[in-house]
């Protein structure tokens, strides 16, 4: 059993409540931040504990905290985002729906830190229940003076208010978000100046994520220092992973980042292996943007090394044998599964949260999306194979934010693994309507050169 | 214009307005248009984005330029249960099709379209953030997750009596 720093208590009968959460050790962590540190040594203790942002980009989180600009007589505000919108990804949501002062008791710490008398939880609007939920909990933590004014007679004063989105992917992407909360269109800002310096209403802002702020509590009661012993080398603490797909047991569960990857799908403690006595073909292992590995290299890298469950590992050999751990959302694909077709509803997906800004990315994304219905319709040409690989790579880098880059990854990574199901749409044309390519040999030992 | 908030909701607009700084209250301008859509049957007309301009003291296309930008405003009427079912890929590799294909079956109706008596619309949408829980489908404010056909048809018998209750 690995150790448990965010959930730990997420299943005590009336956690979501201020009094049940307290009995259990809740807010012990706010107490000693107001009232026995400084705002920077909080900073500091975030620093030493190595954390990095749980959304998906893996930005140390202390780093990002020391960046934001104070300049005498400017409000500074931190915003949590809660827009959790890639696919693959419900891990947040379960930490709001569930444990809801965890990420409140980390606001407030956070506030502390950064100087935030205003802070403000952007959360997608789809998750319109949990507005109710977080709410209460505000007002729970207000009833019992660790939000509001004079917080524990501190003279930190810290509103925290939810902001509810309405439906737009791009928002979670932090200078949209700030575009949104402003109440415009979503569309991401040119950086710099990053909102450390020119964020909310102009002024020095962090945007942080849900899990990223729940993590700065155990980090407080244990110490950065403590917390970076969890884990392996840059990859510290411990990471919620959503898991979802041909497996046994969906849900959010929360490692420390030195499991490997088939102990993570295989064991009964978290997926339970592959659903129907299947076997496993491919895995997204961090949200629909990361590259997608068939089995072979997905649980094994092109070294022969078994590969676990953290930022390095799912990362070596680059895009070209590795993946990335993303935001934690864990797509596994089982031998009935159609490559192209997955492909083709993460274009579709992409188009559509497409703002428009950027021609590369409006235009590519769309064209990408017609050119796989074509393939998986059993009308693709093989230079449209080509053809796809050529657009993603326009895409990719020539856009404001990286969400030309999410739409051009998972394309790019299709065809460098699955090329041969691809070439197969396009031989087979009335056969691929009538099954799927199959395992093949993708879940086959590869050879690993040896030195 | 047309006001669409009664004078407990007005209360709850003054304090949406007071979440932010002086003079940036167009901050509100989405949590309004959600409550606007909310008391509106569903779905904002002309004259209600115009109201809520008004209540902000910004131009009209200023909330024509949100409203068409985030996909959870409905710029047309929609029936009075509105399906969305996901369909991206973890949803997908789940039997997403076959639970919008019984819908289709069922209501006798395409995705985009209303039921004649005005009750159900059918939507397909992207990723919602329920992975896990595939198939599943936004109802309201709700998630209803893991569906089967039979669990969509119950959901369907619920909204039907809920709907004959309330007339």
Known sequence: ???????????????????????????????????????????????????????????????????????????????????????????????????????????????????????YIYIRGEYAWIVDILEEAIEEARANNFVGNNILGTGFNCEIYVQRGAGAYICGEETALLESLEGKRGNPRIKPPFPAVKGLWDSPTVVNNVETLAAVVPIINIGGEEYAKIGVGKST??????????????????????????????????????????????????????????????????????????????????????????????????????????????????????????????????????????????????????????????????????????????????????????????????????????????????????? | MMNPFSEAKMKQVDKIIARYPEGKQKAALIPLLNLAQEESGGWLSEPTMDYVAGLLKIEPIEVYEVATFYSMFNLQPVGKYVFEVCQTGPCMIRGSEDIVKHIKKRLGIDVGETSADGLFTLKVVECLGACGYAPMMQLGKYFREHLTPEKVDKIIDECTQKAAQQN
């Open chain 1, 237 to 451: 603490g411990t990471k919620l992973i959503s898991a979802c797909g041909n497996i046994n047991k969906p849900g959010v569960y929360e490692i420390d980042m030195t499991i490997s990857v088939e102990e993570f799908i295989y064991s009964d403690e978290y997926c339970g292996g592959i659903a129907n006595g299947k076997r496993l073909k491919a895995c997204i292992p961090g949200g629909s943007s990361v590259p997608i590995l068939p089995a072979n290299l997905l649980l094994k890298t092109a070294k022969g090394e078994p590969r676990i469950m953290n930022y390095e590992s799912l990362s070596d050999g680059g895009f070209a044998t590795g993946t990335m751990m993303g935001s934690g959302g864990f797509i596994v694909l089982d031998e009935d599964q159609c490559i192209v077709k997955n492909t083709l509803t993460l274009a579709r997906f992409y188009r559509h949260e497409s703002c428009g800004q950027c021609s590369p990315c409006r235009e590519g994304t769309g064209w990408m999306e017609k050119i796989l219905k074509n393939i998986e319709y059993g009308k693709g040409k093989k230079s449209d194979i080509d053809l796809l690989w050529d657009i993603q790579r326009k895409i990719e880098g020539n856009t404001i934010c990286p969400l030309g880059d999410a739409a051009a990854w998972p394309v790019a990574a299709a065809i460098r693994h699955f090329r041969d199901e691809f070439e197969w749409h396009v031989d087979h044309p009335v056969e691929c309507l009538q099954r799927n390519y199959g395992l093949a040999g993708y879940a086959e030992p590869l050879a690993v050169a040896t030195a």
């Open chain 1, 1 to 119: 059993m690995g150790r448990k720093l965010l959930l730990e208590k997420a299943h005590v009968e009336g956690i979501r409540h201020f009094d049940v959460y307290r009995r259990e050790g809740g807010y012990k962590a706010a107490e000693k931040a107001l009232t026995t540190m400084a705002p920077d040594a909080v900073t500091e203790e975030v620093k030493k504990s190595g954390l990095r942002g749980r959304g998906g980009a893996g930005f140390p989180a202390g780093m990002k905290w020391s960046f934001l600009a104070k300049p005498e007589g400017i409000p500074r505000y931190l915003v949590c985002n809660a827009d959790e919108s890639e696919p693959g990804t419900f891990k947040d949501r379960y930490l709001m729906e569930f444990i809801p002062h965890l990420l409140i008791e980390g606001l407030v710490i956070s506030s502390f830190a950064l100087g935030s008398n205003r802070t």
